[in-house]
C-alpha cells in the first residue's frame, strides 16, 4: 500500500483511550467519556449517538450507534430501532446541510469478521456521503484511500449543522448536540 502523508492523524493516534467496559467495546466506552469533540462524537440521543468514523471513505463518513450493545439487528427493541434510525435520518440532513452530497451509501455490516466489519459485536449504521465522481483508480488499483477533508474540519461543519436542527440542544462548541425529540 503506497503512503499518503496525513499530518492531522497524530491526533487520533495520540487521544486519549476509552475506558475498557464489561464487554471491552469501544463504541461502550465513548459515550461515558466528557471528550465529545477529541472522540468526534456529533449528536446523543436517548437510545443512540452519532461518531464520526476515524478512517472514513469519504469526508462526512459518520457512524449511528445505538447504546445498547448487541452485534445482532434483531435483537434491538422497537423504541431504540426507532430512534436509532431517526437518527440515521437526521445525520443525512446533517450532511445535506453542511456538506451537499449528491447522494448516500447507508448500511451495517452485520455478521462480523464474514461481513467486513472490524467492530461486528456492536451494531453500526454506516452513512457515507457520496459525490459524482468521487472515486477513482487511487482505491481500485493503488489500494490507497485519498480523504480531502481532514477530520476535525468535517467535525466542525456537521456539528454546526446538527445544531441547527429543530428539537436539539447545543451546550458548549466541544460537546456533542443533544437530541431532544427522537
Keep these: 500500500m503506497d503512503q499518503v502523508y496525513a499530518p492531522w492523524r497524530i491526533e487520533w493516534i495520540e487521544r486519549s483511550q476509552p475506558p475498557e467496559t464489561t464487554e471491552d467495546c469501544v463504541f461502550c466506552g465513548l459515550p461515558d467519556q466528557e471528550t465529545d469533540r477529541e472522540n468526534n462524537l456529533l449528536a446523543r440521543g436517548e437510545n443512540a449517538y452519532v461518531l464520526l468514523n476515524n478512517y472514513p471513505y469519504n469526508p462526512g463518513h459518520a457512524m449511528v450507534i445505538p447504546y445498547e450493545h ?41 455478521g462480523g469478521d464474514a461481513a467486513g466489519g472490524s467492530i461486528g459485536d456492536h451494531l453500526h449504521a454506516h452513512v457515507v456521503p457520496r459525490w459524482s465522481g468521487d472515486t477513482n483508480f487511487m ?18 461543519r456537521l456539528h454546526e449543522a446538527f445544531g441547527e436542527q429543530d428539537g436539539v440542544e447545543r451546550r458548549d462548541p466541544s460537546d456533542a448536540v443533544r437530541i431532544l425529540e427522537e
Aim: glycine content about 6%; hydrophobic content about 35%.
Design 139 to 156: 482505491p481500485t488499483i493503488s489500494d490507497t484511500t485519498v480523504i480531502v477533508e481532514a477530520v476535525a474540519d468535517t467535525y466542525d
Design 70 to 110: 448487541t452485534g445482532e439487528y434483531r435483537d434491538l427493541d422497537d423504541e431504540s430501532l426507532l430512534a436509532k434510525e431517526r437518527l440515521v435520518q437526521r445525520t443525512i440532513d446533517a450532511l445535506e446541510t453542511a456538506m451537499a452530497p449528491d447522494g448516500y451509501n447507508v448500511g451495517y455490516n452485520l
